[in-house]
């Protein structure tokens, strides 16, 4: 029987393409595939020459691509280049907070000191306006509201300047957990009882000997 032997110049160009191919798939990993389209009519053709140049010291072609952006990765953190700011000694809420701790509204050893150091940082001293109001608002949830009001040693001026305070440090307070809404609405309704409370109320101002060695009392009348 016979055997048939290809045709020399069928061998050629397969030879050159087996050993090409035997390069790539040595050289090639997962993400560098070589692809070259060969029209239909030379596929046919079974004498097939094809030539590779290969330089040397090729490096791969990088593509820089920017990034996809994801919402849910968007980071929430508030970068502050002063984290602990000062509130100046001249400032008005040092001056309202060393009011209340005059007239025993600071109760905390921890608060007090807050008050009295110097500078005193800006967010201590939020914290302690927040125990000076909570302090202010347990008057309110007394049974005899107008005799507690005729009592205590506050005044509408007071309540003034705390709501006065919450309203410039609200966005802290929002930081803070607390609403600022609400304890101005709770101020304002202490405030407006404060006012009804000691409306006629006589008060002893000044008390001196008269020239006919009585006594002269002068009072004020809210």
Known sequence: ?????????????????????????????????????????????????LSLRIPPNTEPITKNETPAKLSSKRSMIVWYSDPSPKLPNTDECIKIMETFNKKGWIKSYSAQAVVKMRPVDKYHAIRVLEAIVDGVLELAQSPNLTRAIRKCNLTTSDIEDLRRMIQRFSAELVMFGANPKNIDKDLLMLQERFKTARMGILKVIKVEGGEDGGTVIHLNVD
Do not use: C, Q
């Open 1 to 49: 029987m016979a055997r048939t032997i290809p045709h020399i110049g069928f061998m050629i160009p397969l030879g050159m393409i087996s050993i090409i191919a035997a390069i790539f798939a040595y050289s090639a990993n997962a993400d560098s595939t070589l692809t070259i389209p060969v029209p239909e009519k030379a596929a046919k053709d079974k004498k097939i020459t």
